[in-house]
């Protein structure tokens, strides 16, 4: 249950601390007193988004921090330990709001995301707010409300992912179907341009090899002449060579070096190069015999390389990239003659997916209609209970609908106010006090069946008074027997009900405007239940008729 709030610098808020208990407690206090901001700050604190003009003016920051006791709470205990922010029993949710728009969240002093804030605060607080009435009349939420009574979130889940399974394979069937005709034209394009590929069989690295021998075989004849020239002044020579001068070299330096060890650094060098000299002339002349002038080999070199880059040019790429695209064509050819574009194949895959959803969505529909009906005999007691005597709820659900992530079911609320009159929309029967408490007697249908143990209502007695307010001040203190239950409201029926009794005031003081929040005694409960009667001017007679409603609570 909800300990302690603790509330700093947060809209007209300088300072608040506010202890609670189980049971019903009531919030009173004058319009515009800052009630609802009390919420405000619970539903930032359970992961709403943040807004910087929250903050108190003239202050940085705004702190807002809640407290929850887990004794007998183990689904919230399981969520801590799985997500290591256990704390023997304890849950405090701190959330910083910051003036630069920035905001922290803390869970047990652990930092904390909004996702992981929602997900823990959807275990232990239920807030229902004064305008739902509003948007029960879109079907979305009406199936929402349904789903949440049917308690199959497993059942959900499951449809939703075979619809995502069902409805994919059907996106891909027609892809397959509509193409059919351009993937042939792909498959016969391919097949040539990888038989172009394959009978050029070109490999990694060959246009830098080919590039090479053409450039030989073209300058043949130059190379032949000019290695020559080499050879010739190397060793050819007979008069005169390089070899037969530095051998000359050689021997007088060996000569020489025998009367002086100085000179045989000198001989060694000299000897060194005589013996490079003769290495580069074997081997030039090796590549000069070697080398062939072959018109035919020419002829065959600059064929090749001018098949490769006409077929790089065609494909757009570098002549380097054919052996690369050669790969890329010759599997993409492979995927689109295999079975994953296999038509049949496809077709029965999708037919057997079709089979498995419709039979869950056909689960699901079964059990929304079970629940449907339980749930509308529900809904109209409560309903003839706030004063629509002969009022009828009727939750109608089609199941023939178009298939989609929530099932195969169209569900439509519907609602009877007067005798012999068949159930219609809500939209089109219900005026505005009259969705208000349909919308009311949903929520404490759902509550009663809701494990949270926190329910908390903003004024959502709104549209009543009356016998019909004390019915539910009834209702709401019936739910606090067994739970933590927390109602902002205005009427004194309700809250004369409560087990605990909270007045927002509002004061001014120095320029400067702020909300305070009060726990009640016996005689302040009295004297406020009699303003809420009353007015401004509380008399007697007031008095008298508030102390009447308290004493009559039990």
């Not at 619970?42 to 006791?69: H, N, P, T, Y």
């Not at 045989?264 to 000299?270: D, G, K, N, T």
């Not at 030039?284 to 070697?290: E, I, K, P």
Request: charged share 25%; glycine share 6%; hydrophobic share 40%.
């Amino acid at each position: 249950m909800l300990d302690s709030i603790q509330i700093k610098n947060f809209a007209i808020i300088d300072s608040l601390q506010l202890d609670l208990d189980t049971g019903l407690s009531a919030l009173t206090g004058e319009t515009g007193a800052g009630k609802s901001i009390l919420l405000d700050a619970l539903k930032l604190a359970a992961g709403d988004r943040a807004e910087s003009d929250s903050i108190r003016s003239g202050s940085q920051r705004a702190d807002i921090s809640v407290c929850f006791r887990l004794d007998q709470h183990a689904a919230a205990k399981e969520w801590l330990a799985a997500n290591e922010m256990d704390a023997d029993g304890e849950c405090v949710i701190r959330r910083v709001l910051y003036a630069n728009g920035r905001s922290k969240a803390f869970i047990n002093g652990y930092s904390a995301t909004l996702i992981q804030l929602r997900s823990l605060c959807d275990l232990l607080i239920d807030i229902h707010g004064q305008h739902e009435h509003q948007s029960l009349q879109k079907s979305q939420v009406q199936r929402q409300l349904l789903d949440a009574f049917l308690g199959e979130p497993g059942l959900i889940a499951e449809v939703a992912q075979k619809y995502r399974e069902y409805h994919d394979l059907q996106q891909r069937l027609r892809q397959v179907r509509s193409g059919s005709q351009q993937r042939e034209q792909r498959v016969d394009l391919l097949a040539l341009y990888c038989s172009e590929l394959q009978q050029l069989d070109f490999a990694e690295g060959e246009f830098e090899r080919l590039q090479q021998d053409y450039r030989r075989l073209a300058n043949a004849g130059n190379l032949i002449a000019k290695t020559g020239e080499v050879l010739e002044l190397l060793y050819d020579d007979e008069e005169h060579n390089l070899q037969s001068a530095l051998s000359l070299c050689e021997q007088r330096l060996d000569e020489l070096s025998t009367g002086d060890s100085a000179l045989s650094a000198s001989h060694e060098l000299i000897n060194a190069a005589l013996i490079q000299v003769r290495e580069a002339t074997v081997e030039l002349r090796a590549y000069r015999d070697g080398i062939d002038l072959d018109g035919e080999a020419l002829e065959a070199t600059n064929e090749r390389i001018a098949c490769a880059q006409n077929l790089a040019r065609k494909h757009h790429v570098e002549v380097s990239a054919l052996p690369s695209l050669r790969r890329d064509m010759e599997q993409e050819l492979e995927l689109l003659r295999g079975d994953s574009f296999d038509l049949e194949t496809i077709a029965a895959e999708f037919e057997k997916a079709r089979e498995d959803f419709l039979f869950s969505a056909g689960e699901l529909s079964l059990k929304r209609k079970q629940t449907a009906a339980s749930l509308s005999e529900q809904i109209t007691q409560v309903m003839q209970q706030l004063g629509m005597a002969n009022g009828r709820f009727a939750i109608d659900i089609e199941s023939d609908q178009e298939p989609t992530a929530n099932g195969i079911d169209h569900i439509r609320y519907l609602v009877s106010t007067n005798p012999g009159q068949a159930p219609k929309s809500l939209a089109r029967v219900a005026s505005g006090g009259e969705l208000s408490r349909i919308s009311l007697a949903i929520q404490v249908i759902m509550s009663e069946s809701s494990q949270i143990p926190t329910l908390i209502f903003d004024e959502v007695d709104s549209g009543v008074g009356g016998g019909i307010a004390e019915i539910v001040g009834n209702k709401l203190r019936l739910l606090g027997q067994d739970r933590q239950v927390l109602c902002v409201t205005h009427l004194p029926q309700v809250a004369s009900r409560a087990h605990h009794h909270f007045r927002v005031e509002k004061t001014s003081a120095g320029g400067a405007t702020t909300t305070a929040v009060a726990a009640l005694d016996e005689a302040e409960r009295l004297e406020e239940v009699a303003r809420m009667l009353g007015g401004v001017k509380i008399t007697e007679q007031s008095r008298a008729h508030a102390s009447e409603m308290i004493s009559s609570r039990d």
